[in-house]
Protein backbone atom coordinates (compact mmCIF):
# COMPACT_ATOMS: atom_id res chain seq x y z
CA UNK A 1 0.00 0.00 0.00
CA UNK A 2 1.21 3.47 -0.68
CA UNK A 3 1.83 5.89 2.68
CA UNK A 4 -2.35 6.66 1.89
CA UNK A 5 -3.14 3.46 2.61
CA UNK A 6 -3.85 3.17 -0.92
CA UNK A 7 -3.59 -0.31 -2.83
CA UNK A 8 -1.32 0.06 -6.45
CA UNK A 9 -2.21 -1.97 -8.95
CA UNK A 10 0.46 -4.58 -9.08
CA UNK A 11 0.88 -4.87 -5.83
CA UNK A 12 2.52 -7.76 -4.02
CA UNK A 13 -0.30 -9.38 -2.40
CA UNK A 14 1.64 -11.36 -0.32
CA UNK A 15 2.60 -9.24 1.97
CA UNK A 16 -0.85 -9.23 3.36
CA UNK A 17 -0.54 -12.84 4.09
CA UNK A 18 2.44 -14.81 6.06
CA UNK A 19 1.66 -18.59 5.47
CA UNK A 20 4.70 -19.63 7.42
CA UNK A 21 3.83 -17.71 10.39
CA UNK A 22 0.23 -17.49 10.10
CA UNK A 23 -0.93 -14.18 10.09
CA UNK A 24 -3.63 -12.25 7.85
CA UNK A 25 -3.39 -8.08 7.66
CA UNK A 26 -6.94 -7.00 8.39
CA UNK A 27 -7.14 -4.77 5.63
CA UNK A 28 -8.28 -7.17 3.41
CA UNK A 29 -11.37 -7.32 4.72
CA UNK A 30 -12.64 -3.98 4.02
CA UNK A 31 -10.21 -2.01 1.44
CA UNK A 32 -12.30 -0.75 -1.29
CA UNK A 33 -8.94 -1.00 -4.10
CA UNK A 34 -8.38 -4.33 -2.49
CA UNK A 35 -12.13 -5.73 -3.32
CA UNK A 36 -12.10 -3.95 -7.18
CA UNK A 37 -8.63 -5.80 -7.49
CA UNK A 38 -10.26 -8.95 -6.61
CA UNK A 39 -13.72 -8.41 -9.04
CA UNK A 40 -10.54 -8.20 -11.55
CA UNK A 41 -8.42 -10.95 -10.56
CA UNK A 42 -10.77 -13.34 -9.04
CA UNK A 43 -14.13 -13.59 -9.91
CA UNK A 44 -13.38 -12.54 -13.69
CA UNK A 45 -11.30 -15.07 -13.94
CA UNK A 46 -12.40 -18.13 -11.48
CA UNK A 47 -15.04 -21.08 -12.35
CA UNK A 48 -17.84 -19.29 -10.79
CA UNK A 49 -20.88 -21.85 -9.20
CA UNK A 50 -23.75 -20.88 -11.61
CA UNK A 51 -26.24 -23.78 -11.02
CA UNK A 52 -26.80 -27.03 -10.65
CA UNK A 53 -28.29 -28.80 -13.69
CA UNK A 54 -31.44 -30.05 -11.78
CA UNK A 55 -33.07 -26.33 -11.85
CA UNK A 56 -32.70 -26.20 -15.46
CA UNK A 57 -34.28 -29.86 -16.45
CA UNK A 58 -36.07 -28.47 -19.53
CA UNK A 59 -35.20 -26.47 -22.52
CA UNK A 60 -35.88 -22.76 -22.40
CA UNK A 61 -35.47 -22.82 -18.46
CA UNK A 62 -32.94 -20.44 -17.11
CA UNK A 63 -32.31 -18.75 -13.67
CA UNK A 64 -30.18 -15.72 -13.20
CA UNK A 65 -27.20 -14.92 -11.03
CA UNK A 66 -24.53 -13.34 -10.56
CA UNK A 67 -20.56 -13.56 -11.43
CA UNK A 68 -18.62 -10.83 -8.99
CA UNK A 69 -20.78 -8.45 -9.21
CA UNK A 70 -21.77 -9.03 -12.90
CA UNK A 71 -25.73 -10.16 -13.68
CA UNK A 72 -25.71 -13.00 -15.94
CA UNK A 73 -28.29 -15.34 -16.92
CA UNK A 74 -28.20 -18.89 -17.29
CA UNK A 75 -30.45 -21.26 -19.99
CA UNK A 76 -30.56 -24.42 -21.11
CA UNK A 77 -30.41 -24.31 -24.78
CA UNK A 78 -32.39 -26.85 -27.27
CA UNK A 79 -30.07 -28.99 -27.64
CA UNK A 80 -29.43 -29.33 -24.15
CA UNK A 81 -26.55 -27.41 -23.55
CA UNK A 82 -26.43 -25.00 -20.86
CA UNK A 83 -25.42 -20.71 -21.89
CA UNK A 84 -24.63 -18.03 -20.00
CA UNK A 85 -24.38 -14.58 -21.03
CA UNK A 86 -24.27 -11.55 -19.14
CA UNK A 87 -27.77 -9.99 -18.17
CA UNK A 88 -26.86 -6.43 -19.74
CA UNK A 89 -28.71 -5.03 -23.08
CA UNK A 90 -26.14 -4.33 -25.90
CA UNK A 91 -28.02 -1.09 -26.24
CA UNK A 92 -28.07 1.00 -23.59
CA UNK A 93 -26.99 -1.47 -20.97
CA UNK A 94 -30.46 -2.31 -19.08
CA UNK A 95 -30.81 -5.15 -17.12
CA UNK A 96 -33.02 -7.82 -19.99
CA UNK A 97 -34.57 -10.70 -17.29
CA UNK A 98 -35.91 -9.36 -14.14
CA UNK A 99 -37.07 -13.13 -12.88
CA UNK A 100 -35.16 -15.25 -10.69
CA UNK A 101 -35.96 -17.85 -12.78
CA UNK A 102 -38.73 -19.48 -15.35
CA UNK A 103 -38.67 -20.97 -18.53
CA UNK A 104 -38.89 -18.34 -21.75
CA UNK A 105 -38.27 -18.64 -25.47
CA UNK A 106 -37.43 -15.12 -25.40
CA UNK A 107 -35.74 -12.23 -23.53
CA UNK A 108 -37.38 -8.98 -23.88
CA UNK A 109 -36.01 -5.55 -23.28
CA UNK A 110 -37.41 -2.90 -20.80
CA UNK A 111 -36.35 0.07 -22.72
CA UNK A 112 -36.56 -0.02 -26.38
CA UNK A 113 -38.19 -3.36 -26.49
CA UNK A 114 -35.09 -5.26 -28.18
CA UNK A 115 -35.59 -8.91 -28.03
CA UNK A 116 -33.10 -11.82 -27.61
CA UNK A 117 -33.39 -15.43 -27.83
CA UNK A 118 -32.72 -17.63 -25.05
CA UNK A 119 -28.64 -18.23 -26.09
CA UNK A 120 -28.66 -14.37 -25.71
CA UNK A 121 -28.56 -13.09 -29.46
CA UNK A 122 -30.68 -9.92 -30.94
CA UNK A 123 -33.82 -11.85 -32.77
CA UNK A 124 -35.99 -9.03 -32.77
CA UNK A 125 -36.46 -5.19 -32.05
CA UNK A 126 -39.61 -2.58 -31.66
CA UNK A 127 -39.96 -0.34 -34.62
CA UNK A 128 -37.00 -1.75 -36.81
CA UNK A 129 -37.73 0.96 -39.04
CA UNK A 130 -35.62 3.22 -36.92
CA UNK A 131 -32.52 1.42 -38.56
CA UNK A 132 -30.96 1.87 -41.97
CA UNK A 133 -29.94 -0.80 -43.83
CA UNK A 134 -26.06 -0.96 -42.48
CA UNK A 135 -26.64 0.95 -39.14
CA UNK A 136 -26.84 -2.48 -37.29
CA UNK A 137 -25.71 -6.22 -37.94
CA UNK A 138 -27.89 -8.19 -35.91
CA UNK A 139 -26.07 -11.38 -36.39
CA UNK A 140 -23.53 -9.86 -34.47
CA UNK A 141 -25.48 -8.21 -31.91
CA UNK A 142 -25.96 -9.91 -28.55
CA UNK A 143 -25.75 -10.30 -24.86
CA UNK A 144 -22.21 -10.96 -24.34
CA UNK A 145 -22.02 -14.53 -23.41
CA UNK A 146 -18.98 -15.81 -20.82
CA UNK A 147 -16.07 -17.47 -22.31
CA UNK A 148 -16.47 -21.54 -21.22
CA UNK A 149 -19.14 -23.12 -19.16
CA UNK A 150 -18.37 -26.74 -17.57
CA UNK A 151 -20.23 -28.89 -15.30
CA UNK A 152 -18.89 -31.62 -13.03
CA UNK A 153 -21.53 -34.18 -11.78
CA UNK A 154 -24.73 -31.86 -11.59
CA UNK A 155 -22.53 -28.55 -10.74
CA UNK A 156 -22.19 -25.70 -13.12
CA UNK A 157 -19.71 -23.40 -13.27
CA UNK A 158 -18.74 -20.62 -15.96
CA UNK A 159 -15.69 -18.26 -16.42
CA UNK A 160 -15.21 -15.10 -18.09
CA UNK A 161 -11.39 -15.46 -18.87
CA UNK A 162 -10.67 -18.45 -21.83
CA UNK A 163 -7.14 -18.79 -20.47
CA UNK A 164 -8.58 -19.89 -16.75
CA UNK A 165 -7.69 -23.60 -16.88
CA UNK A 166 -10.20 -26.76 -17.40
CA UNK A 167 -13.07 -27.04 -14.84
CA UNK A 168 -11.32 -30.72 -14.27
CA UNK A 169 -7.57 -28.92 -13.51
CA UNK A 170 -9.42 -25.88 -11.46
CA UNK A 171 -10.98 -28.50 -9.14
CA UNK A 172 -8.10 -30.88 -9.16
CA UNK A 173 -7.88 -33.83 -6.97
CA UNK A 174 -10.25 -31.93 -4.78
CA UNK A 175 -12.90 -33.98 -7.34
CA UNK A 176 -12.04 -37.01 -4.75
CA UNK A 177 -13.74 -34.93 -1.99
CA UNK A 178 -17.26 -33.87 -3.56
CA UNK A 179 -17.65 -36.96 -5.04
CA UNK A 180 -18.56 -37.74 -1.52
CA UNK A 181 -21.49 -34.91 -1.96
CA UNK A 182 -22.32 -35.42 -5.66
CA UNK A 183 -21.94 -39.40 -6.23
CA UNK A 184 -22.28 -41.03 -2.82
CA UNK A 185 -25.84 -42.86 -4.88
CA UNK A 186 -26.56 -43.85 -7.38
CA UNK A 187 -28.57 -41.02 -9.55
CA UNK A 188 -26.24 -38.10 -7.99
CA UNK A 189 -27.97 -34.87 -6.57
CA UNK A 190 -30.39 -32.52 -7.26
CA UNK A 191 -31.70 -28.96 -5.45
CA UNK A 192 -34.90 -28.94 -4.06
CA UNK A 193 -37.02 -26.42 -3.31
CA UNK A 194 -35.76 -22.98 -4.66
CA UNK A 195 -33.17 -20.56 -3.69
CA UNK A 196 -33.36 -18.71 -0.58
CA UNK A 197 -31.42 -14.80 -0.52
CA UNK A 198 -29.98 -13.14 2.20
CA UNK A 199 -27.62 -9.97 2.73
CA UNK A 200 -24.93 -9.66 5.26
CA UNK A 201 -23.41 -6.53 6.24
CA UNK A 202 -19.80 -8.32 5.90
CA UNK A 203 -16.87 -9.15 3.40
CA UNK A 204 -17.45 -12.40 1.49
CA UNK A 205 -14.15 -14.17 2.75
CA UNK A 206 -15.95 -14.39 5.99
CA UNK A 207 -18.23 -16.97 4.50
CA UNK A 208 -15.90 -18.29 1.90
CA UNK A 209 -13.05 -19.18 4.79
CA UNK A 210 -15.38 -20.17 7.76
CA UNK A 211 -16.45 -23.26 5.72
CA UNK A 212 -13.24 -23.97 4.41
CA UNK A 213 -11.91 -24.69 7.67
CA UNK A 214 -13.54 -23.02 10.80
CA UNK A 215 -14.66 -25.69 12.88
CA UNK A 216 -13.33 -24.68 15.69
CA UNK A 217 -15.97 -21.76 15.69
CA UNK A 218 -18.81 -24.40 15.59
CA UNK A 219 -18.23 -25.54 19.43
CA UNK A 220 -18.36 -22.81 20.88
CA UNK A 221 -20.60 -20.49 18.66
CA UNK A 222 -23.00 -23.10 17.89
CA UNK A 223 -22.87 -24.86 21.00
CA UNK A 224 -26.78 -23.39 22.06
CA UNK A 225 -28.13 -24.33 18.51
CA UNK A 226 -26.52 -27.92 18.66
CA UNK A 227 -27.94 -28.36 21.84
CA UNK A 228 -31.56 -27.54 20.46
CA UNK A 229 -31.39 -29.52 17.33
CA UNK A 230 -30.04 -31.97 19.42
CA UNK A 231 -32.25 -32.36 22.36
CA UNK A 232 -29.66 -30.93 24.88
CA UNK A 233 -26.67 -32.60 23.51
CA UNK A 234 -23.49 -30.33 23.72
CA UNK A 235 -21.62 -30.54 20.26
CA UNK A 236 -19.29 -32.98 20.46
CA UNK A 237 -15.17 -32.76 21.22
CA UNK A 238 -12.86 -33.24 18.19
CA UNK A 239 -10.92 -36.41 17.89
CA UNK A 240 -7.67 -34.69 16.61
CA UNK A 241 -6.16 -37.76 15.79
CA UNK A 242 -8.64 -38.90 12.98
CA UNK A 243 -9.85 -35.78 11.78
CA UNK A 244 -8.18 -33.33 9.17
CA UNK A 245 -8.07 -30.39 6.80
CA UNK A 246 -7.31 -30.98 3.04
CA UNK A 247 -6.81 -28.36 0.50
CA UNK A 248 -6.61 -28.72 -2.92
CA UNK A 249 -6.02 -25.41 -5.28
CA UNK A 250 -7.55 -23.22 -2.44
CA UNK A 251 -10.61 -25.51 -2.04
CA UNK A 252 -10.91 -27.10 1.47
CA UNK A 253 -12.58 -29.94 3.38
CA UNK A 254 -12.10 -29.69 7.27
CA UNK A 255 -13.47 -33.10 8.43
CA UNK A 256 -13.77 -35.75 11.06
CA UNK A 257 -14.45 -39.62 10.46
CA UNK A 258 -16.86 -40.28 13.05
CA UNK A 259 -19.60 -40.33 10.21
CA UNK A 260 -22.49 -38.53 12.03
CA UNK A 261 -21.92 -35.35 13.86
CA UNK A 262 -23.39 -33.05 10.60
CA UNK A 263 -26.24 -35.27 10.20
CA UNK A 264 -27.31 -35.64 13.94
CA UNK A 265 -27.46 -31.41 14.10
CA UNK A 266 -30.48 -31.82 11.72
CA UNK A 267 -32.00 -33.86 14.28
CA UNK A 268 -34.00 -35.98 12.69
CA UNK A 269 -33.56 -39.51 12.46
CA UNK A 270 -35.14 -40.67 9.67
CA UNK A 271 -31.91 -39.02 7.89
CA UNK A 272 -29.69 -40.40 10.37
CA UNK A 273 -31.44 -44.07 9.43
CA UNK A 274 -31.17 -43.46 5.34
CA UNK A 275 -27.45 -42.62 5.74
CA UNK A 276 -27.08 -45.74 8.23
CA UNK A 277 -28.29 -48.05 5.42
CA UNK A 278 -26.80 -46.37 2.97
CA UNK A 279 -23.39 -46.73 4.41
CA UNK A 280 -22.12 -49.83 2.76
CA UNK A 281 -23.26 -49.19 -0.64
CA UNK A 282 -21.46 -46.02 -0.07
CA UNK A 283 -18.17 -47.90 0.81
CA UNK A 284 -18.68 -50.13 -2.60
CA UNK A 285 -18.54 -46.78 -4.54
CA UNK A 286 -16.33 -44.38 -2.97
CA UNK A 287 -14.06 -46.70 -0.66
CA UNK A 288 -14.44 -47.57 3.12
CA UNK A 289 -12.10 -43.72 3.97
CA UNK A 290 -14.95 -41.33 2.40
CA UNK A 291 -17.91 -43.91 3.57
CA UNK A 292 -16.91 -42.93 6.99
CA UNK A 293 -16.01 -39.24 6.41
CA UNK A 294 -19.59 -39.12 4.73
CA UNK A 295 -21.70 -37.34 7.42
CA UNK A 296 -19.40 -36.69 10.36
CA UNK A 297 -18.57 -32.89 11.40
CA UNK A 298 -17.35 -30.87 8.29
CA UNK A 299 -17.32 -28.27 6.38
CA UNK A 300 -16.20 -27.10 2.73
CA UNK A 301 -15.01 -24.25 0.29
CA UNK A 302 -14.09 -24.19 -3.32
CA UNK A 303 -12.63 -21.22 -3.73
CA UNK A 304 -13.39 -18.26 -4.37
CA UNK A 305 -17.42 -18.44 -3.12
CA UNK A 306 -18.83 -21.24 -3.25
CA UNK A 307 -19.95 -23.80 0.41
CA UNK A 308 -21.67 -26.50 1.47
CA UNK A 309 -22.24 -28.55 4.46
CA UNK A 310 -21.96 -32.41 3.91
CA UNK A 311 -24.60 -34.33 5.60
CA UNK A 312 -26.51 -30.99 6.69
CA UNK A 313 -27.48 -30.66 2.19
CA UNK A 314 -26.75 -26.67 2.41
CA UNK A 315 -25.16 -26.02 -0.65
CA UNK A 316 -24.46 -22.17 -0.83
CA UNK A 317 -22.71 -19.13 -2.84
CA UNK A 318 -21.67 -15.65 -1.22
CA UNK A 319 -22.00 -13.20 -3.62
CA UNK A 320 -19.71 -9.84 -2.96
CA UNK A 321 -21.39 -6.73 -3.09
CA UNK A 322 -18.94 -4.40 -2.14
CA UNK A 323 -16.02 -4.79 0.57
CA UNK A 324 -18.73 -4.99 3.32
CA UNK A 325 -21.14 -6.33 2.14
CA UNK A 326 -22.27 -10.07 0.69
CA UNK A 327 -25.61 -12.03 -0.44
CA UNK A 328 -25.77 -15.18 0.20
CA UNK A 329 -28.04 -17.84 -1.95
CA UNK A 330 -28.52 -21.36 -0.71
CA UNK A 331 -29.92 -24.47 -2.01
CA UNK A 332 -30.95 -27.46 -0.60
CA UNK A 333 -28.85 -30.15 -1.93
CA UNK A 334 -30.47 -33.84 -1.58
CA UNK A 335 -29.92 -37.26 -3.44
CA UNK A 336 -32.09 -38.02 -6.26
CA UNK A 337 -32.59 -41.54 -5.31
CA UNK A 338 -34.04 -40.47 -1.54
CA UNK A 339 -37.68 -40.74 -0.98
CA UNK A 340 -40.05 -38.01 -1.63
CA UNK A 341 -40.72 -37.85 1.96
CA UNK A 342 -37.14 -37.68 3.18
CA UNK A 343 -36.81 -34.87 0.97
CA UNK A 344 -39.13 -32.35 2.68
CA UNK A 345 -38.34 -33.76 5.84
CA UNK A 346 -34.72 -31.98 5.04
CA UNK A 347 -35.45 -29.00 3.34
CA UNK A 348 -37.37 -28.36 6.99
CA UNK A 349 -34.54 -29.10 8.54
CA UNK A 350 -32.53 -27.48 6.50
CA UNK A 351 -34.74 -24.35 7.05
CA UNK A 352 -34.10 -24.60 10.99
CA UNK A 353 -30.45 -25.00 11.11
CA UNK A 354 -29.05 -23.18 7.66
CA UNK A 355 -32.32 -20.76 6.76
CA UNK A 356 -31.71 -17.20 7.23
CA UNK A 357 -34.24 -17.74 9.96
CA UNK A 358 -32.45 -20.78 11.47
CA UNK A 359 -30.49 -21.16 14.58
CA UNK A 360 -26.91 -21.26 12.97
CA UNK A 361 -26.78 -19.14 10.46
CA UNK A 362 -27.94 -15.85 13.16
CA UNK A 363 -25.13 -17.10 15.25
CA UNK A 364 -22.26 -16.49 12.26
CA UNK A 365 -24.00 -13.82 10.23
CA UNK A 366 -23.77 -11.39 13.64
CA UNK A 367 -19.99 -12.55 14.07
CA UNK A 368 -18.83 -11.78 10.69
CA UNK A 369 -20.20 -8.24 9.86
CA UNK A 370 -18.74 -7.69 13.29
CA UNK A 371 -15.60 -8.42 12.25
CA UNK A 372 -16.20 -6.25 9.06
CA UNK A 373 -16.55 -3.45 10.42
CA UNK A 374 -14.17 -3.82 13.38
CA UNK A 375 -11.45 -4.63 11.44
CA UNK A 376 -12.03 -1.41 9.42
CA UNK A 377 -10.86 0.48 12.41
CA UNK A 378 -7.90 3.44 11.24
CA UNK A 379 -5.74 2.34 14.24
CA UNK A 380 -7.56 -1.71 14.47
CA UNK A 381 -6.34 -2.48 10.92
CA UNK A 382 -2.92 -2.07 11.27
CA UNK A 383 -2.63 -4.81 13.92
CA UNK A 384 -2.41 -8.35 12.50
CA UNK A 385 -5.08 -11.46 12.60
CA UNK A 386 -3.82 -14.68 14.01
CA UNK A 387 -4.13 -17.73 11.69
CA UNK A 388 -1.46 -19.79 13.12
CA UNK A 389 -3.49 -22.81 14.81
CA UNK A 390 -2.13 -25.89 13.47
CA UNK A 391 1.07 -24.70 11.69
CA UNK A 392 3.10 -27.62 12.34
CA UNK A 393 0.17 -30.92 11.93
CA UNK A 394 1.50 -31.54 8.07
CA UNK A 395 0.53 -34.96 6.59
CA UNK A 396 3.00 -35.55 3.97
CA UNK A 397 2.17 -38.57 1.82
CA UNK A 398 -1.25 -39.23 3.62
CA UNK A 399 -1.53 -43.11 1.89
CA UNK A 400 -5.22 -42.33 1.21
CA UNK A 401 -6.47 -38.19 1.12
CA UNK A 402 -5.26 -36.56 -1.42
CA UNK A 403 -4.41 -32.66 -1.52
CA UNK A 404 -2.46 -31.43 1.32
CA UNK A 405 -3.31 -32.25 4.46
CA UNK A 406 -2.99 -31.04 7.93
CA UNK A 407 -4.22 -33.36 10.67
CA UNK A 408 -6.41 -32.36 13.29
CA UNK A 409 -9.84 -30.27 12.44
CA UNK A 410 -9.07 -27.73 14.90
CA UNK A 411 -7.07 -25.92 12.77
CA UNK A 412 -6.12 -22.60 10.53
CA UNK A 413 -4.81 -24.79 7.64
CA UNK A 414 -7.24 -24.98 5.27
CA UNK A 415 -8.01 -21.29 5.87
CA UNK A 416 -4.07 -20.15 5.57
CA UNK A 417 -4.22 -22.27 2.14
CA UNK A 418 -7.65 -20.51 1.20
CA UNK A 419 -5.06 -17.39 1.06
CA UNK A 420 -2.60 -18.67 -0.31
CA UNK A 421 -4.70 -19.10 -3.77
CA UNK A 422 -5.94 -15.53 -2.92
CA UNK A 423 -2.75 -14.35 -3.56
CA UNK A 424 -2.04 -16.97 -6.50
CA UNK A 425 -4.90 -14.94 -8.37
CA UNK A 426 -4.71 -11.61 -7.00
CA UNK A 427 -0.96 -11.65 -8.36
CA UNK A 428 -1.52 -13.77 -11.36
CA UNK A 429 -0.43 -11.72 -14.50
CA UNK A 430 -2.62 -14.63 -16.78
CA UNK A 431 -4.58 -17.35 -15.51
CA UNK A 432 -2.75 -19.68 -17.30
CA UNK A 433 0.22 -19.28 -14.61
CA UNK A 434 -1.33 -20.61 -12.30
CA UNK A 435 0.40 -22.90 -10.17
CA UNK A 436 -1.58 -26.97 -9.35
CA UNK A 437 -1.00 -26.82 -5.18
CA UNK A 438 -0.30 -29.11 -4.25
CA UNK A 439 0.85 -31.29 -7.75
CA UNK A 440 -2.22 -33.03 -8.59
CA UNK A 441 -2.49 -37.16 -8.09
CA UNK A 442 -5.35 -37.55 -10.19
CA UNK A 443 -5.47 -37.57 -13.70
CA UNK A 444 -7.98 -36.40 -16.08
CA UNK A 445 -11.45 -36.62 -16.32
CA UNK A 446 -12.34 -39.83 -14.29
CA UNK A 447 -11.77 -40.04 -10.56
CA UNK A 448 -12.30 -44.01 -9.96
CA UNK A 449 -8.71 -44.37 -9.05
CA UNK A 450 -8.54 -43.86 -5.83
CA UNK A 451 -11.92 -45.38 -5.18
CA UNK A 452 -11.86 -48.82 -3.43
CA UNK A 453 -9.11 -47.83 -1.23
CA UNK A 454 -10.28 -49.67 2.59
CA UNK A 455 -7.64 -49.33 4.96
CA UNK A 456 -8.36 -45.74 7.06
S1 LIG B 1 -31.52 -0.64 -23.47
FE1 LIG B 1 -32.36 -2.48 -24.12
S2 LIG B 1 -33.49 -2.01 -25.86
FE2 LIG B 1 -32.58 -0.13 -25.31
FE1 LIG C 1 -20.96 -21.42 11.77
Not at 56 to 67: H, V
Not at 94 to 109: H, P
Not at 336 to 354: G, H, N, Q, S
Request: proline share 5%; aromatic share 12%.
Amino acid sequence: MTANGQVNSGEDFGRFIDLRKGWVDRRIFSDEKIYQRELQQIFARSWNFVAHESQLPRAGDFLTTYMGEDPVIVARQRDQSIKVFINSCPHRGNRVCFADAGNARRFVCNYHGWAFDTAGKLSGMHAEYAYDENDIDKSQTRMQPVAKVAAYKGLVFATFDPDTPSLDDWLGDFRWYLDMLLDNEEGGTEFIGGCIRSEFPANWKFGAENFVGDAYHAGWTHDSGARATTGGIPFPDIDMENSFHSSVNGHGWEFGTEGVGDISLLGSPAVMEYYEKLRPKMADRLGKMRSQIWGSVASVSLFPNISFLPGISTFRIWLPKGPEKFELRTWVIVNKAMPEDLKREITKRVMLTFGPGGLFEMDDGENWSNCTTVNRGEVTRRQLLHYGSGISRRVDDHPILPGTVFRGQYSDANQRLFYERWVDLMEAKSVKDLPQRPEPRMTGRETRELVGVSAL
